[in-house]
């Protein structure tokens, strides 16, 4: 799966790990996160993450 990061902040999401702290399971893809669900360490919205290699 892809990891995303947040060009404000660079956090990295990543799908193996989710987001437990905002009720991400393990193993979901960035794509299917709810759209309000924001980035834990700056607060921007989903649209601000872009795909990393």
């Known amino acids: 799966?892809?990891?995303y990061q947040c060009i404000?902040?660079?956090y990295v999401y990543n799908p193996e790990?989710?987001?437990?702290?905002?009720?991400?399971a393990p193993g979901t893809a960035f794509e299917d996160?709810?759209?309000d669900w924001y980035c834990p360490v700056c607060g921007v919205s989903k649209?601000?993450?872009e795909p990393i290699q």
Not at 17 to 24: A, M, V
């Open 1 to 3: 799966m892809q990891n």
């Open 47 to 49: 649209s601000e993450f």
């Open 33 to 35: 996160i709810p759209q």
């Open 8 to 10: 404000i902040c660079g």
């Open 17 to 24: 790990e989710g987001d437990p702290d905002s009720g991400i």
